[in-house]
Every structure is written in C-alpha cells, then in structure tokens.
C-alpha cells in the first residue's frame, strides 16, 4: 500500500509539473476553443479546506496533502461519466485564464492525470471577485445532487478570487463558469 501510495503521488507530482511546463502560452485556447458550455460552480466544506476525504475516487485523506493541497473537485454525475474522470485535472479561473491539457490514466488500478492534447477548459465569468488566475483542480468526487457541473472544495473555490476577496467569491454560492473541451488543431 506504500508503495502504491507513494507511485501515486510521484505520478501526480509529474503530471503538475508537466502542465506546468508544457502548456503552450502562445496557443491562444479562446480563439481555437469549438464552442463554449455553460455550467456553474458552488463548493462545499470549510472556506480554506480541503473538502471530502471520502471521495469516490478513492484518493481518501491525500487530497489534503501535496500535491492536491486541498484543490479538488467533484462534479456531477454526467461529467463524472461512472468514474471515468478520476483523476482527471481542470483549470478553472476567470475569463482571462486559459487551461491546460489533461487526462486520466491508471497506476496501481487509481486514476491520475497526465498530459495529452486534449484540452479541459473552464473559466468563471460575471463576477468582479474573480481574479484572473487560472486554479487547477483535480477530480476525486462525484456529486450526484449537483446539476450544475462542479462543486469545488473552499479552497479551490476561493483561489479564483483576487487576494482578500475569497469570501465575497465564496459569498455568491453559485459561480457561473463556462468550460470547454477541444483537441489542438
């Protein structure tokens, strides 16, 4: 179980710092993006934690640990799509944020994320709270209840407003967001 532990966070530590890196910040993601969905985002658990630790997923007390560091999601459950997105990393931030590419493969039978082609986009619009700056949550949780789209932890909910202001972001509840997913051309 150590090992399997410890391969798990080694793998997801590459997969932040492929994105890091390998995102291409020339690539204009707004401009090549197919079509836009509307969706909304709330969070749940206290204001600066690290949401459930029960998650579907199966990443149990980790997601407070790097490198989760408390930035996760659960979404409903057709984006769930019967736990096919375990693992799988979004970008959210506000309208000037673009997102970096990833997907879900398995170590040790637990899902993770790593870089592909393939874009997963999201950004929050109509709040002047929102700061701009791209937050990259991970999925662990399904929301069955939630027909909105993602229900974040306090955490990467607040990371999307501009210092000082993650409480009025907090404040709002629902966040409308639009998210997009596409393929380079």
Same mark, same amino acid.
């Given at each position: 179980?150590?090992? *399997?532990?410890?391969?798990? *966070?080694?793998?997801?530590?590459? &997969? /932040?710092? @492929?994105?890091? *890196? =390998? #995102?291409?910040?020339?690539?204009?993601?707004?401009? %090549?993006?197919?079509?836009?969905?509307?969706?909304?985002? %709330?969070?749940?658990?206290?204001?600066?934690?690290? =949401?459930?630790?029960?998650?579907? &997923?199966? /990443?149990?007390?980790?997601?407070?640990?790097?490198? #989760?560091?408390?930035?996760? %999601?659960?979404?409903?459950?057709?984006?769930?799509?019967?736990?096919? @997105?375990?693992?799988?990393?979004?970008? #959210? =931030?506000?309208?000037?944020?673009?997102?970096?590419?990833?997907?879900?493969?398995?170590?040790?039978?637990?899902?993770?994320? +790593?870089?592909?082609?393939? @874009?997963?986009?999201?950004?929050?619009?109509?709040?002047? +709270? &929102?700061?701009?700056?791209?937050?990259?949550?991970? *999925?662990?949780?399904?929301?069955?209840? &939630?027909?909105?789209?993602?229900?974040?932890?306090?955490?990467?909910? =607040?990371?999307?407003?501009?210092?000082?202001?993650?409480?009025?972001?907090?404040?709002?509840?629902?966040?409308?967001?639009?998210?997009?997913?596409?393929? /380079?051309?």
């Amino acid at each position: 179980m150590a090992l *399997i532990k410890q391969s798990l *966070i080694v793998a997801i530590m590459f &997969c /932040y710092v @492929e994105l890091s *890196i =390998g #995102f291409n910040r020339n690539l204009s993601a707004f401009a %090549t993006a197919p079509y836009w969905s509307a969706a909304g985002a %709330t969070w749940y658990g206290s204001p600066n934690g690290a =949401g459930t630790d029960g998650g579907s &997923c199966g /990443y149990g007390n980790l997601v407070s640990q790097y490198p #989760f560091s408390s930035m996760i %999601t659960a979404v409903s459950s057709s984006l769930y799509n019967s736990g096919k @997105e375990c693992g799988a990393c979004y970008q #959210f =931030g506000c309208p000037r944020a673009n997102v970096e590419a990833a997907h879900t493969v398995l170590l040790h039978g637990l899902p993770l994320c +790593y870089i592909s082609q393939k @874009e997963d986009m999201v950004k929050c619009t109509k709040s002047p +709270y &929102c700061s701009g700056k791209a937050v990259r949550v991970v *999925i662990t949780d399904v929301c069955p209840g &939630c027909l909105l789209g993602f229900d974040l932890s306090g955490s990467s909910f =607040g990371a999307m407003a501009f210092p000082g202001q993650e409480h009025k972001l907090r404040g709002i509840g629902v966040l409308e967001i639009q998210y997009a997913r596409y393929a /380079y051309a």
